[in-house]
């Protein structure tokens, strides 16, 4: 299973970025896609996930309202879009994919495979 999150970049507060996530997936029976955040010197947090069936999904408090997650099972791909950003949501960004997912997690340790970060810079 291998995942490339890709999108990153420098926005000013106010604005919009879309992450994306492409991923190779094995037949699990469910599974799902989170995105996580680090900001510089802080723990990783979770900031949202989706179900591999698209129908389900969970934000994080901070994000609830201005993030939205999707993901187009065609493409093997799922979305982060990042909306009305602030400084505080500057971050290295990561997906990952939880293979047994029968309900969504925020704990990263029930993701065993991860991508590479992307790094959304906000400024003010």
């Known amino acids: 299973v291998q995942l490339q999150a890709f999108g990153g970049g420098l926005v000013q507060a106010g604005g919009s970025l879309r992450l994306s996530c492409a991923f190779s997936?094995?037949?699990?029976?469910?599974?799902?896609i989170g995105w996580f955040r680090q900001a510089q010197g802080k723990e990783r947090e979770f900031v949202a996930a989706?179900?591999?069936?698209?129908?389900?999904?969970e934000f994080a408090d901070s994000v609830k309202g201005r993030f939205a997650i999707s993901k187009d099972n065609a493409k093997n791909t799922a979305y982060l879009q990042m909306n009305n950003l602030k400084p505080e949501d500057t971050a290295v960004y990561y997906c990952?994919?939880?293979?047994?997912?029968?309900?969504?997690?925020?704990?990263?340790?029930?993701?065993?495979?991860w991508g590479q970060g992307t790094l959304v810079t906000v400024s003010s």
């Open positions: 990952a994919l939880d293979p047994y997912a029968w309900r969504l997690e925020s704990d990263e340790s029930e993701y065993d495979y």
């Open positions: 997936v094995r037949t699990f029976t469910s599974y799902a």
């Open positions: 989706i179900a591999m069936s698209g129908s389900y999904t």
